[in-house]
């Protein structure tokens, strides 16, 4: 065999697949783009324009229920943002700025759906069956590595109730809103669903609706604002916060350290539970008992609190803002349902006590489907079809591959940290951490890497242990439980979200099943360091004053990594 004649760790040419341009595609592009040379990245976008879940979401009073000074990449502060919570329109701006200041357009091929992707355990690579959005052309694409960016909230979910297709009237969905606008003066309207979409439908919609019946199939704990009360920005604040990036960045951090503090709320027979499960009863009660239609003497004070007050722990499913939610429902022109759904009528709903209500349109703010099952097949090594594997339940390693699958990561795949976390930053840790891998794969003469199948089970055992220990484990209708065949089962991480940020900070190769070209010491070359074959290098890079190396155990580097002033962790969460 001849000698290799390059120095140690050649860079090979890398051809990367991604699908999706929403927050974590556009992430990925940018991290790869900032720390890469000789790639070629493609990132297939079935809609026109960057932005994913924040295009296909236009529904009424549709608004970021997040911080907007937090809902950004963490290193990319923006400090015009016109309210405390930004709509829909406003995030996606962020978004395509962020995408076009940094030329991610460059690596964007909209209107285009993935139909099929299959591994090829010959050549180590990935091919893609693509069309053209809307039934177009066809055809076919080769890659070395797949990333999976199309994200949890991307599919509509309709319920599942006898009678919905055959509705005669107007029906809508909160994800698939039509980009027309629509009429709904003066209308009967049915709003089913009460999580942060149905309540900010319900608040757009009340005013306008002639009367509108909303269908509760289980009370949802109302968290309140997530930081400060709605609100716009007035010209002063924008003008303070651009002039004085330092105070944006301390309120960010003062708001980040909340979300990251919250994880003690989620234990079960915490002291934080049961404060914050007390706190939030009492203040629907008074809410209740403060005026309108609930608080008067015809109405059964028992039946009112069953109607508000959930019976499973606070964060079981996703606590919702709710600012003006039982302000709302107490309208003259809002009738409340609570229980389950019998059947849909041509004509409107037949209600669980077998009263019609009559209706000219049906909203259903019923979310996403978070199966975590793909739309389009994904094959791996034997013809496996991910879609068969996670029909049932859904599990993967660390939330970002998958047994069998080489060469594939997908972002917030099932056990992802959505509910204890802050979102974009588990992105940011995701992206580094498939891109530590493909550095890898660049540098070395590596074939193809997965999972072992051992170590994903073993992970998914430890987090079915641990989950069993929080609130999401308790009895609702969420879309956090990964399987609705067994209730138990819960699709998230078992930990707070710094203790997912910590957990992938670094590679377990050990867990890998890791193949190569040929002898896997290939990449060792010829006996050349890049140093010496880079004029940008030094060659005696190591000679100097101070030791200012990393440190080498796991303490000292996260005391480097995470230092800053003391945070008093127990005004973080006060209940007021």
């Known amino acids: 065999m001849p000698l290799n004649m390059h120095p140690i760790r050649k860079e090979r040419h890398m051809k990367i697949a991604c699908i999706g341009a929403g927050a974590s595609g556009l992430c990925f592009a940018y991290k790869l783009q900032r720390s890469f040379e000789d790639f070629s990245l493609t990132l297939f976008e079935r809609n026109d324009t960057v932005g994913g879940v924040w295009v296909a979401n236009r529904y009424p009073g ?35 700025d962020f995408a076009q200041k940094h030329g991610l357009h ?37 890659f070395d590595i797949l990333i999976n960016a199309s994200g949890l909230l991307s599919s509509p979910k309709w319920p599942d109730i006898p009678g919905l297709d055959g509705f005669g009237g107007l029906k809508l969905h909160s994800a698939a809103w039509p980009s027309l606008p629509v009429d709904l003066g003066g209308k009967r309207v ?65 708001f980040e350290n909340r979300v990251n503090s919250y994880f003690g709320i989620c234990l079960k027979d915490s002291p934080q539970q049961a404060a914050l499960r007390d706190h939030l009863t009492q203040r629907i009660r008074d809410q209740l008992a403060g005026g309108g239609k609930y608080a008067a003497a015809d109405v059964d004070k028992d039946e009112a609190e069953a109607a508000f007050i959930p019976q499973y722990a606070v964060g079981c499913r996703r606590p ?23 059947h849909v009528t041509p004509d409107g709903i037949a209600d669980h006590r077998g009263t019609s209500r009559p209706l000219d349109v049906l909203v259903c703010a019923t979310g996403f489907d978070t199966s975590h099952r793909p739309s389009f097949p994904i094959l791996g090594r034997n013809d496996k079809d991910l879609r068969e ?25 099932p056990n992802n940290p959505f509910a204890s976390g802050p979102f974009l930053a588990t992105v940011e840790a995701q ?10 794969w660049q540098t070395e003469n590596i074939h193809s890497f997965a999972p072992k199948q051992e170590a994903a089970d073993e992970f998914a055992e430890y987090a079915d242990r641990l989950i069993r220990k929080t609130v999401w484990s308790d009895s609702c209708r969420s879309w956090y439980k990964s399987a609705p065949s067994q209730p138990a089962k ?8 710094l203790h997912y940020l910590e957990a992938i900070s670094s ?45 080498l155990s796991s303490k000292k580097r996260r005391r480097a990594l995470a230092k800053g002033a003391h945070v008093d962790r127990k005004t973080l969460h006060v209940i007021g």
């Open 389 to 413: 594997l996670w029909s049932q339940e859904a599990s993967a390693y660390l939330a970002l591959a998958v047994p069998d699958f080489p060469n594939y990561f997908v972002f917030y795949g």
């Open 320 to 342: 919702t803002p709710g600012a003006k939610y039982i302000e709302a429902l107490s309208a003259d022109n809002v009738t409340l349902v609570v229980g389950p759904i019998p």
């Open 190 to 254: 049915g709003l089913i669903g009460n999580g942060s979409s149905g309540q900010q439908l319900l608040e757009a919609l009340q005013p306008i609706a002639g009367q509108l019946t909303v269908f509760i199939r289980q009370p949802t704990w109302v968290l309140g604002p997530f930081a400060a009360p709605p609100r716009s920005y007035t010209a002063e604040e924008l003008q303070d916060y651009a002039d004085h990036p330092e105070r944006l960045l301390a309120k960010r951090k003062q």
């Open 431 to 440: 992206a580094d951490y498939m891109l530590k891998w493909c550095d890898r």
């Open 507 to 551: 590679l377990r190769a050990d867990d890998f099943d890791v193949r190569y070209k040929g002898n896997r010491w290939e990449w060792l070359g010829n006996g050349f360091s890049q140093i010496e074959t880079d004029e940008e290098c030094d060659l005696s890079y190591y000679v100097r004053q101070t030791d200012d190396s990393e440190f």
């Open 62 to 96: 549709c608004a970021c229920d997040y911080d907007a000074h937090n809902y950004t990449f963490s290193w990319d502060q923006k400090a015009d943002w016109s309210s405390v919570y930004a709509g829909a329109e406003e995030v996606q701006h962020y978004f395509e």
């Open 490 to 497: 819960v699709s998230l991480w078992p930990g707070s979200g």
């Open 106 to 142: 460059d690596y964007c091929r909209f209107n285009t759906t993935v139909k099929r992707a299959q591994w090829d355990d010959v050549s180590g690579r990935w091919g893609l069956q693509l069309q053209a959005s809307g039934g177009g052309v066809e055809w076919a694409e080769e």
